[in-house]
């Protein structure tokens, strides 16, 4: 008989209140009990960062995380990017223009650890990126583009706070 | 792969912790920041029947000067350790050794005595605990007991808790101020993997610019981290040059006896050991040199 737990956590913004096993991975908790199937799963060993999503606004590897550790924490995914009509966050929009993905598949990770890294270094270098964006992983591209995705995706950023103020929206339909 | 099923409980202080442990400690594994054990579990080499996450114990997230010790509690995240003001200025060592350590993100959760109770041979801050002498307070209902870094790593991800033993901190000796220097190098495959080879060296010269004291330890050649004591006890009293450093590069890697395996043959190890041994010798010479004259 399967011991579940019952956990509330901040899901893009929502409050979620479910029952789950302690051995589901917040992975796999966002991506079956949650249908939030933009958040990859590349190798469940914590090398790949396909998984990588916010907790807490920091970047983290979803395979390494039990869901019944997020009690009463907030998760943000790579859904919670686009605005509700559709229109894609500067950092897509950014990875759009330089070419940062090819087959898609570790993008979503891409993106999440690019919305870490601008949210405390607005206007990262290359180095920065390279640094701190190590630890995710990409067969197509050759990381080039990638690069140059998130640099152009900080000077987007910087631009729209510029101009219009605060970017990121609370609440996204699952 | 998905982690075969276990109990889950949340410890709310150490207390609380050594009551889980003293229950379940043969079929219970600490969570901490997961970094290592989750990835084990995922592949089910790994299989508690229980885990008890400490995370909520935030008596445990600390670094602090006590006496001439830093002390870093159980639950201090490895990114917090390597940009502490405390760490980077007292036992710098370790904050390069923590640099090293996979990507920003794992050391962003994964945490300082985690990564070293999990003592994997090819780990970059057992080597430098090594080095600096540091201990692990040990926790139990029977009491708390100190294990020297050297007693604590007995085989290949095999450190000397008890079942039931909770490692609260790690104690690490500040290093000299003056005449004293340090390094910590690595090869690896790729940025942010486990080392192939890794040194971490420590030289204090004496008033005539002569080596006081060397330590030089060493990782991912062997099932645990190890001290060049040979190597060591040769430096006592000689002059810092290339010629020494190379021939206490050399009486280093011949008393080593690497382990072979995918990622790098014994020779290889054995190469890598003299190379980055001299290498490190050098540059904690200088550092030494630099300190001297601060």
């Not at chain 1, 924490?73 to 686009?82: F, I, M």
């Not at chain 2, 054990?37 to 996450?53: A, E």
């Not at chain 2, 486990?194 to 060296?201: K, Q, R, T």
Request: hydrophobic share 45%; with cysteine.
């Amino acid at each position: 008989m399967p011991n579940k737990v019952r956990i509330t956590l901040m899901v893009n913004g929502i409050e979620r209140d479910t029952l789950v096993e302690p051995r589901t991975l917040l992975i796999d908790y966002l991506r079956d009990d949650l249908g939030l199937t933009g958040t990859h799963a590349g190798c469940e060993q914590g090398v790949c960062g396909a998984c990588t999503v916010l907790v807490d606004d920091r970047a983290t590897r979803s395979c390494l995380l039990f869901a019944v550790q997020l009690v009463g924490r907030s998760v943000r995914t790579v859904e919670s990017l686009a605005a509700n009509d559709g229109s894609l966050h500067p950092i897509q929009r950014a990875f759009n223009a330089k070419h940062g993905l090819q087959c898609g598949f570790c993008t979503p990770g891409m993106l999440m650890a690019a919305t870490d890294l601008i949210s405390r270094i607005p206007l990262p270098t290359e180095d920065d990126v390279r640094e701190r964006m190590s630890g995710n992983l990409c067969r197509c591209t050759g990381y080039q583009n990638i690069i140059a995705s998130v640099i152009e995706a900080g000077r987007l950023v910087s631009e729209a706070s510029a101009s219009a103020g605060a970017l990121v929206k609370e609440e996204v339909p699952a | 792969m998905k982690p075969a099923p276990f109990d889950y409980v949340a410890a709310n202080s150490v207390a609380d912790a050594l009551d889980q442990l003293a229950r379940l400690g043969a079929d219970a594994k600490i969570l901490a920041g997961g970094q290592s054990l989750v990835r084990l579990m995922n592949s089910r080499h790994s299989t508690p029947g229980n885990l008890i996450d400490i995370n909520g114990v935030t008596d445990l997230d600390r670094i602090a000067l006590e006496d001439t010790d830093i002390v870093i509690g159980a639950t201090t995240r490895q990114r917090t350790s390597e940009t502490d003001a405390l760490v980077t200025e007292h036992i710098p060592l370790f904050a390069a050794a923590g640099h090293h350590v996979a990507h920003l993100s794992v050391r962003e959760r994964g945490t300082v005595v985690g990564s070293i109770a999990f003592a994997d041979p090819s780990a970059e801050l057992p080597v430098a605990l090594l080095a600096l002498e540091g201990t692990v307070l040990a926790a139990s209902h029977s009491g708390e007991r100190l294990i020297a870094a050297a007693d604590f790593f007995i085989g290949p991800w095999q450190n000397a808790l008890a079942d039931e033993e909770l490692a609260i901190e790690v104690r690490i000796p500040i290093q000299p101020r003056r005449r004293s220097g340090s390094a910590f190098l690595e090869v690896s495959r790729r940025h942010g993997e486990l080392p192939i080879c890794a040194v971490a060296a420590i030289t204090t010269l004496d008033e005539a610019g002569s080596f006081a004291e060397v330590r030089i330890a060493l990782g991912a050649v062997g099932d645990r981290p190890v001290r060049a004591r040979s190597a060591e006890q040769k430096a006592v009293g000689l002059t810092p040059s290339a010629e020494t450093y190379a021939a206490l590069a050399d009486s280093t890697a011949r008393d080593l006896e690497p382990i072979s395996n995918l990622h790098g043959s014994a020779p290889f190890r054995r190469h890598l050991a003299e190379v980055l041994t001299k290498r490190a010798l050098t540059a904690a010479v200088a550092d030494a040199q630099e300190s001297s004259h601060a």
